[in-house]
């Protein structure tokens, strides 16, 4: 008996298709949670280096029109220490995600860590290196944070300096920040733990 | 063309049809993840274990498969080894995986994998493909070495991470940008064509 070529076509792609299916459905069931582990501790390694005083950090999900936010309380037995915020948004290539640290009233930045971003190497990429970032330490939350090129800002301008030849990487990552925390802050929710007080 | 011994067919993918310097396929991973040695290495080594997992399935399916969907079951073949590797680096080696980003998963459409497939793989036997695979794979990866240590000797100072470089060294910025890999690339074509010139005519 001779099969149809339209028929043997038809089995042979069906028969590929349904063996890779199956392969990939075990590989993802081996590989799912140990891919979320590396994650999660690339995560709670970053809220460690921030606030090194905290002893615990308890997870909480908040919802920001549709869009939740994971936020993380850092305490020391029963007291506040901080709060680390999960923040996402678009980069220069492609989606950059950090921590934001910030104080217990949330006025003020303790500082941040790049978890994921897909920036130019050499350039962009640097706001992973901790001499562009300890710049975040202490600056204001009720005020903009802004930057400048090339120089050194002025002390309590709330500025920083822009990575070399990354403006834009730059703007991308302050607009991360600029956007969330003060929406955060201002939820009910969170205004009633941290008090009416700016 | 010579007679294809196994010798010859394992040989030709490292020197005489180098995937790089002479066919110039997978030209975009050859180009985009070189800026550092341990980046342009295990690019080479996942799309070698593809290139080589593909090409025994592929050999080894060659009578079963219909020549009118070829071209799609070499795809869904690459495709399954490909989110196969995905899925091993980021739960095994998550650093080198977010290094990489999006290019692991455009090994799919890698031409050095499905041009073997469709030149080599669904004509010959699994032995053959096999040891066509290993050499194409082994003649990669040592042109992505070469171009990766030009790179980051030059761009960053270091050879894996390791500083190689005197401190007084100051790093050439282009060699990290995508210029760097062109010119690198450009120059190795060169090299090697003078190299081959001179001795086919015997100088």
């Keep these: 008996m001779k099969m149809s070529e339209t028929l043997r076509m038809v089995i042979v792609l069906t028969s590929i298709s349904i063996i890779s299916g199956a392969s990939l459905a075990v590989v993802d069931s081996v590989t799912k949670t140990r891919v979320n582990l590396n994650k999660q501790s690339a995560l709670s390694e970053g809220l460690k280096r921030l606030m090194p005083k905290a002893d615990n950090f308890k997870k909480e999900d908040i919802n920001n029109n549709g869009k939740v936010i994971a936020i993380y309380r850092a305490v020391k037995g029963d007291t506040l220490v901080g709060w680390g915020f999960h923040l996402k948004g678009p980069g220069f290539s492609d989606k950059i995600e950090i921590i934001a640290a910030v104080n217990p009233k949330i006025t003020r930045l303790l500082g941040i860590e790049v978890l994921e971003q897909k920036e130019t190497p050499g350039l962009g990429d640097n706001m992973k290196k901790e001499s562009f970032r300890k710049q975040f330490k202490g600056l204001s939350i009720n005020r903009k944070i802004e930057f400048v090129k090339n120089r050194i800002p002025e002390k309590g301008s709330n500025k920083i300096q822009a990575l070399a030849a990354a403006t834009y990487s730059t703007r991308y990552l302050l607009d991360i920040i600029n956007d969330n925390i003060n929406k955060i802050r201002n939820m009910k929710k969170i205004r009633h733990i941290i008090g009416g007080e700016k | ?203």
């Design chain 2, 1 to 203: 063309m010579k007679k294809a011994t196994p010798a010859y067919e394992f040989s030709k993918g490292i020197w005489k049809e180098n995937p790089i310097l002479v066919q110039l396929l997978g030209m975009c991973p050859t180009l985009a993840v070189t800026s550092t040695v341990i980046n342009g290495v295990a690019m080479a080594l996942a799309t070698s274990f593809v290139l080589i997992m593909s090409s025994l399935i592929i050999s080894s399916l060659r009578k079963i498969i219909p020549s009118s969907v070829r071209i799609a079951s070499f795809i869904v073949v690459i495709a399954t080894f490909v989110t196969l590797v995905d899925s091993f680096l980021k739960a095994y080696f998550y650093d080198i995986s977010k290094a990489l980003g999006p290019f692991i998963p455009l090994i799919i459409v890698n031409c050095l994998i499905l041009g073997r497939q469709e030149a080599f793989a669904s004509k010959n036997t699994v032995k053959m493909s096999l040891l066509d695979a290993f050499g194409m794979g082994i003649g990669f990866f040592l042109s992505l070495l070469v171009l990766s240590t030009v790179r980051e000797i030059l761009g960053f100072g270091t050879w894996f991470g390791i500083q190689v470089m005197p401190d007084l060294f100051n790093p050439w910025m282009v060699m990290i940008m995508a210029p760097g890999a062109f010119l690198t690339l450009g120059i190795m074509l060169g090299a090697y064509g003078i190299f081959k010139g001179k001795k086919s005519r015997g100088v």
